[in-house]
């Protein structure tokens, strides 16, 4: 079958958001021609990934004039869309989308929210998907650089739930929360993953003392995940642990002011394989946020013992004590489970339990496979 992709921004691989992209387009490259139709935003190019996977074509719209953008926000306000979102919507994106997937027998679909909001009135006339990065409503609204309320956000949600044939979700969490929000919605199951076959995994850790957090920091759970570790459970490890490093890389890690040496930020770093190399332990300590974290994932592929909170661990299939080691939300309860990975003992039958479990669930293989049926 042939897919038309719409995202709202140019795609890379420099967020979680971005790489649920490239997982799905992968994906669905491998069971049949791809369009990928991307709003000129956010990066100057795609990233060569893109260009190297097999049956994708892609179509850039460059972004127009603020004059030329208003009818467009215009009628997204209208629909009751969120600022935020109806800010995003260019006019261009639709109509690219809906010139390639004349063909009824095209599947359409709608990457992220900015995009569906762009790709409403299409979806109203033919069947179109709404690919979820998150279920935007459970928690969105608390965040500092919110502007939404929780009411206004679903009643976006419950829009784009009821107007799209079929709505992908990342996690078990989020499709129930979905249902509750539009009962009739249709809903499937689309976890983020990863390459996992190209990914080599580490030898079995041998007592490296070196904790990893990785992370884009422009988004604000990863900016509370890592104050969380810096305030409260790299503290309350050192007392127990005080040669333990902590290495923070990903976007805008660069801009960590930390005063104790045992923390590096590394910033932005292309090849993640070095850093995941030397980490004894990788720390998923979310607090706040919706879906399934990519980096667990990716952890969970480079077979790194990983110690987690409940909330982090939500979206996933892992199960505490055979695939990850689970943190509480206070520092000496997450101290303790980074202690649980750092440790060979324990922490390497996790990390090989959880590279099998990235296998089976969460590699490009076997979302195909899911897509498929």
């Known amino acids: 079958m042939r897919t038309v992709i719409a995202t709202s921004f140019t795609p890379t691989l420099d967020s979680g958001r971005a790489r649920r992209t490239h997982g799905i387009v992968r994906a669905l490259a491998g069971l049949g021609p791809v369009d ?36 467009a926000y215009a009628r997204a306000r209208l629909r009751r869309v969120p600022e935020d979102f109806a800010r995003g919507v260019w006019p261009g994106v639709a109509r690219r989308a809906a010139e390639l997937s004349a063909d009824p027998g095209t599947r359409v679909v709608a990457e992220g929210p900015v995009a569906a909001a762009a790709l409403l009135g299409l979806a109203s006339r033919r069947e179109a998907v709404y690919d979820a990065h998150n279920l935007e409503s459970t928690f969105r609204h608390r965040l500092d650089d919110a502007g939404m309320s929780q009411t206004d956000l679903e009643r976006f949600e419950r829009l784009l739930l009821n107007t799209f044939g079929e709505s992908w979700m990342v996690s078990p969490a989020d499709m129930e929360g979905a249902a509750a929000l539009a009962p009739e919605a249709r809903l499937r199951l689309v976890p983020n993953v990863v390459d996992v076959a190209a990914i080599e995994p580490v030898p079995p850790r041998a007592d490296e003392r070196k904790v990893l957090f990785v992370a884009d920091l422009t988004y604000e759970p990863n900016r509370g995940a890592v104050r969380f570790l810096l305030e409260e459970a790299m503290p309350a490890l050192w007392e127990r642990a005080p040669e333990v490093e902590l290495v923070v890389a990903g976007k805008g890690s660069d801009e960590i002011e ?22 004894g332990a990788v720390a998923v300590p979310l607090l706040e946020g919706g879906g399934s974290p990519l980096k667990f994932v990716e952890a969970l592929a480079y077979r790194v013992p990983v110690a987690a909170t409940p909330r982090a661990a939500a979206g996933l299939e892992v199960r505490a004590g055979e695939h990850y080691a689970e943190g509480g939300t206070d520092g000496p309860s997450f101290a303790a489970a980074l202690l649980e990975a750092l440790d060979p003992a324990q922490g390497n039958p996790l990390a090989a339990a959880g590279r099998g479990l990235a296998e089976r669930e969460y590699s490009i293989e076997a979302l195909g496979e899911r897509l498929a049926s």
């Open 36 to 71: 990928l139709v991307y709003g000129a935003f956010g990066a100057d190019e795609p990233d060569p990934a893109f260009e190297r996977i097999a049956g994708l074509t892609m179509h850039r719209v460059e972004r127009p004039g603020a004059l030329q953008r208003l009818p």
């Open 258 to 279: 930390a005063d104790d040496p045992r923390v590096r930020p590394s910033g932005f770093v292309p090849d993640l394989r070095d850093v995941y190399l030397e980490a």
